[in-house]
């Protein structure tokens, strides 16, 4: 068995893919890279080829008809051998030092009796069209440098959450899971990361900028016109998102796990009510009042807590002042946190 695998979805990748994979490959045979070639129509598959050709105890190739990022995910969790698995994007990389610290943990892990569920690391936005660098850690929520569980971790501010450049899990807890994300679908790293949770009982937080996710070219899905024209992928996200578990009964079995998924939910409606408030078309209004309903359908209690408690959750504001208020406070978030 290797350590861990590393998937790689890669469309059209040719013009960077060589960077994530040569960031990867020092973990050595440790490691294996597995580069599902989504359908490419570019030299993206013969470059797999390439790499599987010079390191083929590291890397295999998936060559497969075109069913988005979230099918090359899929993919790549079918044919894994590692114990854990994490996803790395064809455009994004990882840090060398902070790697080799990861890889020594990971190490650690596989000889224990039973191994830590779910690493947590730091990720590093890199912003190509201003050349700046924003860090996002979680040192003033989960204990660094102990196997805990959620009774340890704290509360999450209201804009953060676990992505899936910051987590890596053992493989058999994302197969547990069931995890079989939806073809043809942006955005389906939120339920890559959120389905699992209920499965996770040890966590490790590793204060190490890890991830290095390269963000500003115009063609990235959380590019805010993609996201736009893109809402109702987002919508059908959330919506598998918060009609995915009885919460009520995970809050009877762990009150923290629980205030942690609620806090996920807060986000993940969050996001399309802004969106489609920044459209301001009556066609996306009335989408997200239909987003709301559903979530009152499906559980009144939690409806009423995004709506009115969690602190996030601005972006519902009546009529066309309160939607100037959301779409300025977006800007303004925007601006300094440069999400997309």
């Avoid at 490691?31 to 070639?37: H, L």
């Avoid at 009877?252 to 998924?261: A, D, F, Q, T």
Wanted: proline share 4%; hydrophobic share 40%.
């Amino acid at each position: 068995m290797k350590l861990i695998t590393f998937a790689v979805p890669c469309y059209n990748s040719a013009a960077y893919m060589r960077k994530c994979i040569e960031s990867i490959l020092p973990g050595g045979e440790d490691i294996e890279i597995i580069i599902v070639d989504d359908g490419s129509t570019d030299d993206t598959g013969r470059i797999a080829d390439e790499y599987q050709e010079m390191y083929p105890e590291i890397v295999r190739v998936v060559h497969q008809q075109n069913g988005g990022h979230g099918e090359g995910v899929n993919q790549g969790l079918r044919n894994a051998t590692g114990l854990y698995y994490k996803v790395v994007d064809s455009d994004d990389w990882l840090d060398a030092d902070a790697y080799c610290k990861a890889l020594k943990h990971l190490r650690t892990f596989s000889q224990m009796e039973h191994p830590v569920d779910m690493m947590v690391c730091n990720y590093v936005y890199e912003h190509v069209e201003d050349d700046t660098r924003h860090v996002v850690h979680y040192r003033r929520i989960i204990p660094r440098g102990q196997v805990c569980s959620w009774q340890d971790v704290g509360w999450f501010p209201p804009s953060q959450y676990l992505l899936m450049h910051s987590v890596i899990f053992r493989t058999q807890i994302l197969r547990d899971a069931h995890l079989e994300l939806p073809k043809h679908t942006f955005y389906v790293d939120n339920l890559f990361v959120f389905t699992p949770l209920p499965l996770v009982k040890s966590i490790y937080y590793l204060d190490v900028d890890l991830y290095r996710y390269f963000i500003g070219r115009s063609d990235q899905s959380v590019a805010e016109d993609n996201i736009i024209r893109r809402i109702d992928q987002q919508l059908l996200v959330t919506r598998k998102i918060i009609s995915m578990y009885d919460f009520s009964a995970i809050k009877e079995e762990n009150r923290r796990l629980y205030r942690y998924m609620v806090h996920y939910c807060s986000i993940m409606m969050t996001v399309p009510s802004m969106f489609l408030t920044l459209s301001g078309t009556e066609e996306h209004l009335q989408k997200r009042r239909e987003l709301w309903e559903y979530l009152y359908s499906l559980d009144a209690k939690l409806y009423r807590r995004l709506r009115y408690l969690t602190p996030n959750v601005a972006f519902v504001l009546p009529g066309k002042a309160g939607r100037a208020m959301d779409v300025a406070g977006y800007r303004i978030t925007r601006r300094f946190i440069k999400f997309n």
